[in-house]
């Protein structure tokens, strides 16, 4: 940043309505005496006159009324300080203005408490110096001596986000006569007293004041560990003793406002969109998350938004394509492969057209029957069942077929039906929520009638939910046509990949060979009689 923009920056804080000086690059300020700007923000003609004498000088913001803010420094590389510490008092999830310092510390901005004796304070927790009446900060764009800068972190700049008050729990830790209140935790008479005698000095239950001293209280109530019951009782006491009182009715809504707003507070809006995001899957945009959190309101909002941002930097997360707001969330599991111990038996499965002579079937294997309509895949697949329901336990889940149907189709084989022993289901959609992971799962068919490059992954869904058993998967085919609808997609996850047309099935994917001979597009000709019974005059060829 050049001199001038520094200059810029430091007439846009005045502007804001802080109290801007000009600090040396030893921190100290050029002023011998700036005491009176902690009662009046100096002119625009007097920064104007210091940064012509000192063009190095950085932007100092006096802390305290005068500006209406305080400051929180945080510098991690104090030999006292403690991480666990600065989020005890300082969530991840905080969503205030931010300065990130040249030498990796942070530097929060708060809301000044009105009418608090908070001064420029000693350290009094490792690592972290609050700033408030009588003390500075120093401001974004400065640059220290070595040249090393200050700036906004991503998103949490004055323009991007408003002032917040202090954390409650600090903000105990800082005054006194608040933390006194938490003291008197075991009789509510004692509380109250306590309260009576800091309501001066702390806060105002006047006319114009009542509903903010309302919640100020019952944050420090809230934070303080006290039940909600015990709460209500003081709350009420101070709302008839205001000037003037609340009616009992109305007193009633502000006590209710006020102990929500309290709650609100103590949310942590980072670690609760880490937790939703860990198991969101596909692809989401900030607003399923608002809603998901519940998240309301215009801070809780931006507060989602501040998380976001910081799981993308970290690469938590990714963006789907040019679309703004639109993410997933970034999968670095991965289970090792134990080739070693692993026992390679495939599964003792009979096929129509005596595919098993070809090709070997493995648990966990995805194959796929793609046809042309009135091409046999139903009785393909009732074949398969009929032949393996002895040794295996199959579940048919069939989109097509309902109970009259399917008795009659079963009733074509000349097996008397009692003597079926599977499970069919009827099933149209979501066939992931209901794969058997250790079973025979035939899926009779996957129903796609638009935007078919979904397949794909409607198969891979289907895939993970396997675990030593295999999925069968009818898919349509087009007349003509060399793949399933999904075209290459459907062939990413199978291991056998076989298409049907009227009297001609081919393998056309086929990872698993039985013997050293490559059945990769070999066919076989067959008639079908009686819808349930396959004649071939040869065996495969090409």
Request: proline content about 5%; glycine content about 8%; aromatic content about 10%.
């Amino acid at each position: 940043m050049t001199d001038s923009s520094i200059l810029k920056a430091a007439l846009g804080y005045r502007a804001k309505g802080f109290s801007v000086i000009p600090i040396r690059g030893n921190k100290k300020p050029f002023l011998d005496s700036w005491k009176e700007y902690q009662e009046r923000r100096a002119t625009e003609n007097e920064i104007r006159e210091w940064w012509n004498q000192y063009p190095s000088a950085m932007i100092g913001i006096v802390t305290g009324p005068v500006s209406g803010i305080c400051a929180v420094d945080i510098d991690r590389y104090a030999q006292d300080y403690n991480e666990a510490t600065e989020f005890e008092y300082f969530p991840d999830g905080l969503v205030t203005p931010t300065c990130e310092t040249p030498r990796g510390g942070t530097h929060l901005y708060f809301k000044f408490p009105e009418d608090s004796p908070l001064t420029i304070n000693a350290r009094g927790l490792p690592g972290i110096d609050f700033r408030g009446d009588g003390g500075y900060i120093i401001a974004p764009p400065s640059k220290n001596g070595t040249g090393r800068g200050y700036r906004w972190a991503e998103g949490l700049s004055l323009d991007d986000v408003q002032l917040q008050p202090l954390p409650m729990l600090y903000s105990n830790y800082l005054n006194t006569s608040i933390r006194s209140i938490r003291r008197c935790s075991n009789d509510i008479t004692e509380r109250f007293q306590a309260l009576q005698n800091v309501t001066d000095a702390t806060v105002s239950f006047k006319q114009g004041k009542r509903d903010d001293s309302l919640f100020h209280v019952a944050n420090c109530l809230i934070k303080g560990g006290m039940s909600e019951g015990d709460a209500r009782y003081i709350l009420d006491i101070l709302a008839h003793n205001c000037s003037p009182p609340f009616s009992p009715q109305e007193a009633q809504v502000k006590i209710d406002s006020a102990l929500q707003r309290a709650k609100r507070r103590e949310r942590n809006i980072q670690k609760e969109v880490e937790e939703w995001v860990s198991v969101t899957t596909g692809y989401w945009n900030v607003t399923e998350c608002c809603q998901a959190l519940q998240c309301v309101t215009k801070e809780e909002k931006t507060a989602v938004r501040v998380a976001v941002h910081r799981l993308y930097k970290a690469e938590n997360i990714e963006k789907h394509g040019s679309r703004n707001g639109v993410y997933r969330t970034v999968d670095t599991q991965c289970e090792d492969i134990d080739f070693r111990s692993v026992i390679e038996t495939p599964l003792d499965i009979k096929w129509p057209f005596r595919i098993e002579e070809l090709v070997q079937i493995m648990p966990g294997n995805i194959v796929i029957v793609a046809d042309e309509p009135n091409a046999g895949k139903t009785a393909f697949l009732l074949n398969l069942v009929k032949e393996n329901m002895s040794r295996h336990e199959i579940y048919y889940f069939s989109s097509e077929m309902g109970a009259m149907e399917m008795k009659k189709r079963l009733s074509k084989f000349e097996m008397p039906l009692e003597q079926w022993r599977f499970h069919p289901k009827e099933r149209t959609s979501n066939f992931a929520d209901v794969i058997k992971p250790n079973a025979i799962n035939v899926i009779d068919f996957l129903e796609v009638y638009d935007e078919f490059y979904k397949i794909g992954g409607l198969i891979k869904e289907i895939y993970d939910k396997l675990n030593n058993g295999i999925a069968v998967i009818a898919i349509q085919k087009n007349k003509g046509a060399d793949y399933g609808l999904g075209g290459g997609r459907g062939l990413e996850k199978a291991r056998l990949y076989l298409t049907m047309e009227p009297g001609k099935a081919r393998i056309v994917k086929a990872k698993n060979w039985k013997t050293f001979e490559n059945p990769n597009g070999m066919i076989i000709d067959f008639k079908l009689a009686q819808g349930c019974k396959f004649f071939t005059d040869k065996g495969w060829h090409r």
